[in-house]
């Protein structure tokens, strides 16, 4: 049998569970989408398509009525883990639990466990206007439930204080961002588009782009790459059509920011330095960009996007901003690294991505969390204008071109489950349970695959670790 049920309340509210009802399995019957989901289990284990992230649970009729009632009275305390007695399940490993909580002035928020993806964004509310919204997931291993504050995805950072140092947000981040179009598995990295990346809380992109040949500074073609391979089988995809997207967003966003991170990759001669000329040339200005060489406080940024430089500049544009440069600089940093601060001292970065075997899957995972640590244990001063805070850049992506097993969607699948996990059940805690000191920023959680079949928890866990910082 499971373990009792154990929830942690991740927001600052404090929430009382009253009702625990269980629920018979639902009986789906012969279903043409059972059918396809063992077809899609086959390919898997043979590396032919995409690993899903979380197993696909029915939904739980309307009007279904539960076998099992227990009025319940237990407080769960803001930031607090408490063990209950209630059981998982009571007959059937296949039930359904349904958790009802009561949130301040009375509201009441319904949970089911397991939860079905598309589910996974809010609880069901069963009162009219509620003051505050809350995303629960939950762990059917441990029996274990984590209920996070829930801003709108689209909007999340509008109500984070202006003085907030961007280093200081918890930010769900992609890696090669707009790499969602048919294209071979080892090129391929994400599940959806940048725009639907944006509008479920994506506030940090990974672009790679590859200058022209031959060189023309009056043109602002620059075409998205993974490394020397275009993006899609269907031809070139452009950086202008992505900005695009991206300034439509924060235009109709204007409480949002986007750290764009521009790397010069593919094949051909094109230099670090004429991309730098095409972007200043084209692309950027200070009314829809930050490129001041310093990581700015949210209130700066809202609106605009926040350049990552992963190139070298053009000798011109190092006497940007009276001498001190263009963009934050993360030109240089150790290859293949499980840590390490740039030398500009903006950038802290956990980018180890060779693996080469399988079983090297969980030193990634060990360095994920560790720097997922890391960065929680940095304390801002709300005050200090001048405190320098570094953006912790985590990349959970790792590959190896030559192994089915290490493809990018083949990682995602064992990764973001285990760092979901990790950020619901262990994030600033000791071995004892006892709280860590520090602001709990998971820094910037770059994932591969998120989204795929409508599982978006690992971008709620990060989102909803915001809830310690001050509001506006």
């Known amino acids: 049998m499971p373990p009792d049920v154990k929830i942690r309340n991740l927001s600052d509210k404090p929430l009382k569970l009253v009702l625990v009802e269980h629920f018979d399995p639902v009986d789906e019957?012969?279903?043409?989408?059972n059918v396809t989901r063992s077809l899609v289990s086959v390919t898997n284990s043979i590396g032919l398509t995409n690993a899903t992230t979380r197993r696909?649970?029915?939904?739980?009729?309307?009007?279904a009525q539960p076998f099992k009632t227990r009025e319940v009275s237990i407080d769960i305390p803001p930031f607090s883990i408490v063990q209950t007695d209630v059981k998982p399940v009571v007959n059937n490993?296949?039930?359904?639990?349904?958790l009802t909580l009561e949130a301040e002035g009375g509201q009441r928020h319904r949970m089911y466990c397991p939860v079905p993806t598309r589910e996974?964004?809010?609880l069901e509310v069963l009162d009219d206007n509620p003051a505050t919204r809350f995303t629960g997931i939950y762990l059917p291993d441990d029996s274990f439930v984590a209920l996070y504050e829930s801003s709108d995805a689209d909007r999340w950072m509008d109500k984070i204080n202006d003085n907030v140092p961007l280093g200081a947000l918890s930010i769900p981040g992609t890696h090669n961002s707009p790499t969602c179009h048919s294209a071979p598995p080892s090129v391929r990295c994400q599940a959806v588009s940048p725009r639907e990346q944006l509008d479920n809380g994506v506030r940090f992109f990974d672009i790679r782009v590859q200058v022209p040949e031959p060189f023309d500074g009056g043109s602002d073609k620059l075409v998205l790459v993974h490394s020397v391979f275009p993006i899609a089988l269907t031809g070139n995809k452009h950086f202008r059509d992505l900005y695009n997207e991206c300034r439509s967003f924060l235009d109709?966003?204007?409480?949002e920011t986007l750290v764009m991170s521009l790397k010069r990759e593919g094949p051909g001669k094109g230099t670090d330095e004429q991309l730098s000329r095409i972007l200043k040339d084209h692309y950027t200005n200070p009314d829809q960009w930050w490129t001041r060489p310093r990581v700015p406080r949210l209130g700066e940024v809202r609106g605009k996007i926040v350049l990552v430089r992963r190139f070298n500049l053009d000798e011109p544009l190092k006497g940007e901003w009276d001498g001190t440069g263009w963009g934050i600089d993360g030109s240089v940093w150790a290859d293949n690294t499980p840590n390490a601060m740039c030398p500009s001292g903006d950038i802290c970065v956990q980018d180890f991505y060779e693996v080469l075997e399988a079983p090297s899957i969980e030193q990634k995972i060990t360095y994920a969390r560790d720097h997922l640590e890391r960065s929680g244990c940095c304390n801002f001063d709300l005050g200090n204008t001048e405190q320098k805070y570094p953006l912790y850049v985590n990349f959970l992506s790792a590959s190896n071109f030559w192994k089915v097993g290490t493809w990018p969607e083949k990682i995602a699948a064992k990764l973001n489950p285990v760092i979901t996990a990790h950020l619901c059940q262990r994030h600033m805690l000791n071995d004892d349970n006892g709280v860590k000191e520090g602001d709990w920023s998971t820094g910037i959680v770059v994932c591969d695959w998120v989204g795929l079949d409508g599982d978006w928890d690992l971008v709620r866990c990060v989102v909803g670790m915001n809830s310690r910082l001050p509001r506006r």
């Open 29 to 33: 019957g012969f279903q043409i989408k």
């Open 56 to 63: 696909n649970v029915p939904q739980i009729h309307p009007n």
């Open 93 to 98: 490993d296949k039930e359904r639990l349904r």
């Open 252 to 255: 109709e966003h204007p409480s």
């Open 120 to 122: 996974s964004h809010s």
